[in-house]
């Protein structure tokens, strides 16, 4: 079964320090998304991505915050001087936008912990 | 009022109960209504969509009412495995595309 996958599953950094969190999403599925989710709260929407730009962001994707698809695989985010607030699962999700918006394939996450 | 709220539970229920969550949302104009089902430290994963006339899935049915911006979970003959916390999920406001997950409700299944 086609799935999302995300690397690296876990990554401890030091704050102000840059990070990059990958994702490939599946093959032929054509939106994508991050969203992350601090411990203990609710999955929070981050920004997602179309036709190679970004289609939406929420307030939290602020100018630290940038996303790539570097190539016909890869999905990127790059938080570029990290926050202690942003220690959190981030989750990677893509959906084919053929069937109802909504049905979204998630990746089992990246925890970031930032020190 | 928040875009969508649900009980925090836990809802603690043995084996065989039958146990409803329920969800309510803000913006009226949404189009889409999902439940999603997260285990602990997991990403979420999709349970059902919801549909106006009610849909069921074997032992899961939800149910939606627009009228009253509120949608429903229904589990019945509940197996340990069903302990999770199930998410209400609705498109958002400005985009179709843009997903907004409640907090969440806990199940917890005891023998």
């Known amino acids: 079964e086609p799935e999302v996958t995300q690397t690296p599953s876990h990554q401890v950094t030091q704050m102000g320090q840059e990070v990059i969190l990958r994702c490939v999403p599946i093959s032929n599925h054509l939106y994508f998304y991050w969203y992350r989710q601090i411990l203990g709260q609710k999955v929070e929407f981050l920004v997602s991505?179309?036709?190679?730009?970004?289609?939406?962001k929420s307030e939290i994707f602020d100018d630290q915050f940038s996303v790539e698809r570097p190539d016909g695989s890869n999905f990127t985010l790059k938080i570029r001087s990290t926050k202690l607030e942003d220690s959190a699962m981030y989750f990677c999700?893509?959906?084919?936008?053929?069937?109802?918006?909504?049905?979204?394939?998630f990746g089992e996450g990246s925890r970031l912990t930032v020190l | 009022r928040k875009e969508v709220e649900q009980d925090p539970g836990p809802f603690n229920v043995p084996e065989g109960a039958t146990v409803a969550f329920n969800c309510t949302y803000s913006n009226s104009a949404s189009q889409s209504f999902f439940w999603y089902r997260q285990d602990c430290r997991k990403e979420p994963k999709l349970l059902m969509s919801v549909y106006s006339s009610g849909n069921e899935d074997g032992r899961f049915t939800a149910q939606l009412n627009r009228a009253s911006q509120y949608i429903s979970l229904l589990i019945r003959d509940s197996k340990l495995s069903d302990s999770a916390t199930y998410l209400c999920?609705?498109?958002?406001?400005?985009?179709?595309?843009?997903?907004?997950f409640g907090s969440g409700t806990r199940l917890l299944v005891r023998p």
């Open positions: 991505f179309y036709n190679n730009e970004i289609s939406e």
């Open positions: 999920v609705v498109n958002g406001m400005d985009s179709s595309y843009k997903l907004i």
């Open positions: 999700a893509s959906s084919s936008g053929t069937v109802a918006p909504g049905e979204l394939f």
